[in-house]
Structures are given as structure tokens and as C-alpha cells.
């Protein structure tokens, strides 16, 4: 599972349970992307419910710097915290988990951002790289402009952007998460933004913005040809990988 936030009326975990994808309730790995809580407001529920066998977390951020950069210290933020710092002694539980998928991790350090150290959690975030069956699929977290010029200098995450077929867009397609070089090495049949209804000026815009850096006619979405899908105007996406490799597009009703 790659970040583990909920929203009103809606926990991922118990759709999940309910569709039996865990009939062991055990889960091999958690993967943050971000250390913002709208990424991990489910995780109390996650481990009240489920195992999870291991976790994959940045490690540019201690507890300490996290809880420095927050203006109020939630339950979740505090069991994230309490988390990261017993994570190495979580490290062989990582080891033992065998994933039928290939995934790769990169994030910044905040020496990165030196010397004025104007950092924030968004900046730091770790984008993640699935493949599973012949798709590969970005999910960068909140990522800023800035911190993609820096990430775009690594040859891995060119190659990885290079064979990636779903791009979720960062900080849920705002505009400081939007860097064109991206669209240099990456191709995607599809973008996928995570957003809720446009409150920022940020947000304006995006949509369409995006739509123009998918490769070919898109992808078909409830008997639909499109190109970028947002759960704002198409609520929870199911994806399907057949074992042929045949992705399919549909609607996750509640």
C-alpha cells in the first residue's frame, strides 16, 4: 500500500477488507510518500484492523523534524512519528517480505535545499515506482517544481519515468507540483489527479494542462475515452491489471 490517507465516509483499508484482497489481513508493506497527514490519516485505523509485515518510509526527516514543522500535533502524526523512530528495528521484517511487484523509492535530502534550508515536507517527499505485469505507475507525492529539477538529474528516475504508463500528478495536480521537464522522459497513457473541489487558484487549470502530456487517445473510463481522470469529478479509480497485462479503467463504488 502506498500511503494510507482516508476522507470523510471513506477508509481505503475497509474497502480493501471488503473486496477480500487480504484474506490473511496482513499487509506486506506500507510505503509514505509524504509526511503531510491528509498521506497517513488512516493509519490508526490501518494498524487497529491489519499486520503490516513492513514499512518503506524517508528517511530525510526525523520525528523531531517533523513535529518542528507542524503547527498542531494530531494522533496520527504522532503514531507516524513513533513509527519512523523504531523503523530500524522493523528493517528485517523488510527483508523477509518477497512482493510479487518490482518498486523503486527516491527521495531528497534536506542538505539538498542548502544553504538556506527553506524546506518543507512537500520538497522531501519520496516518489515511488511500481511495476507490476508490465505497468509501471508514478506516485510522487507533493512534490515541488524545485524538488523535480533536482530528482530529474538522476539517470534511474529518467529510465523509471521513461516506462511509466500511470502518472499520478504531484500535490495533487496543483501547479507547485507541475514541472515540464518531467513530460521530457515521461509518456504516460494516463493521469491521475488525487484532488478534492478546486479551492486554490493553484488548482485552476491543471487539468488541462496535464491532459496535453499523455501519449495517444488515452485510456477508456466508465464506457468513456479519456485522459486524465481526477477523483474529484470521478471519485474512487479502480484500476485492473488482467493477467495478460490488459489494464482496465473503471469506477471503485462505495
Request: with cysteine.
Amino acid at each position: 500500500m502506498v500511503d494510507c490517507g482516508n476522507s470523510q465516509g471513506f477508509e481505503p483499508i475497509d474497502k480493501i477488507i471488503g473486496l477480500n484482497l487480504l484474506p490473511s489481513y496482513s499487509l506486506g508493506n506500507l510505503t509514505l510518500t509524504n509526511y503531510d497527514q491528509d498521506h497517513f490519516s488512516g493509519f490508526l485505523n490501518l494498524e487497529r484492523k491489519i499486520k503490516i509485515g513492513s514499512f518503506c518510509f524517508p528517511r530525510n526527516l526525523t520525528s523531531a523534524d517533523i513535529k518542528g514543522l507542524k503547527k498542531e500535533i494530531t494522533k496520527p502524526i504522532e503514531r507516524i512519528c513513533d513509527t519512523l523512530d523504531r523503523l530500524d528495528s522493523l528493517v528485517p521484517l523488510t527483508r523477509e517480505y518477497a512482493p510479487p511487484y518490482t518498486k523503486s523509492c527516491f527521495y531528497l535530502q534536506k542538505q539538498d535545499f542548502l544553504p538556506y534550508g527553506d524546506y518543507s515536507t512537500n520538497d522531501l517527499s519520496q516518489i515511488v515506482f511500481v511495476s507490476y505485469k508490465g505497468t509501471t505507475i508514478c506516485i510522487p507525492g507533493d512534490l515541488t517544481t524545485r524538488a523535480w529539477e533536482k530528482l530529474l538529474l538522476k539517470i534511474e528516475i529518467r529510465v523509471w519515468l521513461k516506462y511509466t504508463n500511470i502518472f499520478v500528478a504531484s500535490h495533487h495536480g496543483r501547479e507547485d507540483g507541475y514541472n515540464e521537464r518531467i513530460f521530457s522522459h515521461c509518456k504516460p497513457e494516463c493521469i491521475i489527479l488525487s484532488d478534492e473541489n478546486i479551492r486554490y487558484e493553484t488548482q485552476e487549470g491543471m487539468a488541462q494542462k496535464y491532459f496535453s502530456k499523455v501519449s495517444g487517445e488515452g485510456i477508456i473510463f466508465n464506457s468513456e475515452k479519456r485522459k486524465v481522470l481526477t477523483t474529484r469529478k470521478d471519485g474512487h479509480i479502480l484500476i485492473k491489471i488482467g493477467e495478460n497485462g490488459i489494464r482496465t479503467y473503471n469506477p471503485l463504488n462505495k
